[in-house]
């Protein structure tokens, strides 16, 4: 492929030309990083959406769902410490009157010398061949060293000033880095300042009586104000979960990258709630949980990597992301954190109630202590879609393009193509479509060439073609072809569900967890 602006342009033209994303609002000439999930897009999304769900609610005894509401009360979000520590470190470009987000500016420097590291690592691996050792090389190779050294060094710094509030140095590492402005060059910046992420409005009609409300800017808070309610209607005992997927706001200050960092966009949420004391434990485990629902997915080991927070939130006493390569390089994807018991004490002291949880085990009450999963959707999307978008030159020169989605995600999971628009044809691929539609989402196609059709199948994602042609008038045999490999094989009508459920079922998929 192309370089990496290259292939992500062509990610968002894709996603618009084949029904998954549209610019909110497009015909206003749109609203900066908000978004439209069309009629493959939300197909796909509620399919991830699942996948998750089942994961993580129907395979565990010991976590259950809720939906809690958008709007909360205001004083959920002094508790939750969002009034107070919501915020992003800006900066201004003074020549390019361009926004930034200071720490973005050096995480993206920092990135350059990933990017750097990742070139020498295939540059050895080409020289060396099988007797490549990829660890010894980064741990003892002067120069990859010089820049790993040099990048943890940078963010350590960085970490220690934002956790001191130390804006003046953010600025002074942001200069001292030569770091210029990323569209003009100019290294002619302001002070670094806070600026707090959460939309307002108000609820109520008249001007004394109304309150000033906010978009909720995570899921999470809607699990822990709930915490008791669903502990003791659903009699859950410690460690149990809550799971929640619904959408977010945050007034994001670098708004590109398209569905990337949006303004509203959905989050999937587990809060797991645990003895103190074992937290650390848990973390650990539910690292590992979620990179394995990562990997079964089978978008690529190499593709995924742990980065653990040096600089940790004011509710966290260890943090860590999934990172995924997208095409613009290794960014989060989801975030793992150790929570304490934070926001329930604080709830707790703001809200004057008990969130306390009676041990009979221990025959003692306590404030338990949280394990979070936190992943957004519209990013794990991302991460699927620009994966799967591939082009592929085949034998007669020619290039195709290929959606490889996981066909459990997949939006149609066949199209049913007749031959021709006559003989019979038609009547027959209806009734496939009949049969299967109680099972799948399948779609009927018989519009061009079928070798045009495939194509567009091809580059709309669908994992299988069901051809009807005049053998099958006979004996009710059809062509079934697979979109990645393109092979065909001939089977009995009968059979294709068969067929299909083995390759889309979650089952199969989440076994290889
Ligand atoms: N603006 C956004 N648009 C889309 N997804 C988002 C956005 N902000 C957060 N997410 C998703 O929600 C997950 C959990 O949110 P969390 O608050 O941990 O993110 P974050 O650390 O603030 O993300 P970032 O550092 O990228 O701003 C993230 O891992 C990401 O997948």
């Not at 109304?210 to 909720?216: F, G, P, Q, S, W």
């Not at 793992?336 to 604080?346: A, K, W």
């Not at 209806?430 to 091809?458: H, P, S, T």
């Not at 990645?484 to 998929?509: H, S």
Request: glycine fraction near 6%; charged fraction near 30%.
């Amino acid at each position: 492929m192309a370089n990496q602006d290259d292939q992500f342009k062509k990610v968002v033209s894709h996603a618009k030309e084949y029904g998954y994303v549209f610019q909110s609002s497009e015909i206003y000439d749109g609203l900066s990083a908000v978004y439209d999930y069309a009629q493959n897009g939300v197909e796909l999304k509620k399919n991830i959406r699942d996948y998750w769900w089942k994961a993580m609610v129907q395979m565990h005894e010991n976590i259950v769902g809720l939906d809690a509401a958008i709007f909360m009360h205001p004083t959920t979000w002094k508790a939750s410490g969002h009034i107070d520590a919501f915020n992003d470190p800006l900066i201004d470009n003074k020549d390019s009157k361009k926004r930034y987000r200071a720490d973005v500016l050096i995480e993206d420097y920092v990135g350059k010398l990933d990017a750097k590291i990742e070139k020498e690592v295939a540059k050895a691996a080409k020289r060396f061949g099988d007797s490549f050792d990829k660890e010894q090389f980064l741990a003892t190779n002067p120069r990859v060293v010089g820049y790993k050294e040099k990048g943890d060094a940078i963010l350590h710094r960085m970490g220690k000033s934002l956790e001191n509030e130390d804006l003046a140095d953010v600025k002074l590492l942001i200069e001292e880095l030569e770091i210029g402005c990323p569209l003009s060059g100019s290294k002619n910046w302001t002070d670094v300042k806070q600026f707090n992420l959460m939309f307002g409005t108000k609820i109520g009609a008249s001007a004394d009586t109304a309150m000033d409300l906010y978009l909720r800017p995570e899921t999470a808070q809607g699990i822990f104000v709930n915490f008791l309610n669903v502990q003791k209607t659903g009699r859950m005992k410690i460690p149990f979960g809550i799971a929640q997927t619904g959408k977010a706001f945050r007034n994001e200050i670098v708004a590109r990258q398209f569905i990337f960092r949006m303004r509203e966009f959905e989050q999937m949420e587990m809060q797991f709630f645990v003895r103190p004391g074992t937290q650390k434990e848990w973390y650990e485990q539910w690292k590992e949980t979620r990179l394995k629902w990562h990997l079964s997915l089978g978008m690529g080991e190499d593709n995924y990597r742990f980065h653990d927070h040096e600089k940790l939130a004011h509710y966290a006493d260890a943090a860590a992301d999934i990172e995924f390569r997208f095409p613009f390089g290794f960014k989060e994807l989801e975030g793992i954190h150790s929570r304490t018991d934070f926001d329930l004490s604080s709830h707790e002291k703001h809200s004057g109630k008990k969130m306390q949880y009676f041990d009979p085990e221990l025959n003692e009450r306590y404030v338990p202590y949280v394990v979070e999963t936190s992943i957004g959707l519209d990013r794990m999307f991302l991460a699927v879609f620009s994966h799967s978008l591939v082009e592929e030159e085949l034998e007669n020169g020619t290039v195709r393009t290929v959606l490889k989605l996981p066909a459990v995600l997949a939006p149609t999971k066949a199209a049913i193509l007749p031959l021709v628009k006559k003989d019979g044809l038609p009547e027959i691929a209806r009734k496939i479509v009949e049969d299967l539609k109680w099972d799948f989402n399948v779609a009927y196609d018989e519009k061009d060439a079928v070798g045009r059709r495939y194509r567009r199948q091809d580059a709309a994602g669908t994992p299988f073609c069901i051809t009807v042609d005049h053998n099958t008038l006979n004996d009710d045999t059809v062509t079934i072809r697979h979109r990645d490999t393109m092979e065909q094989q001939r089977v009995k009508i009968a059979d294709l569900k068969a067929i299909i459920k083995e390759e889309v079922d979650v089952k199969n998929w989440l076994m290889k967890m």
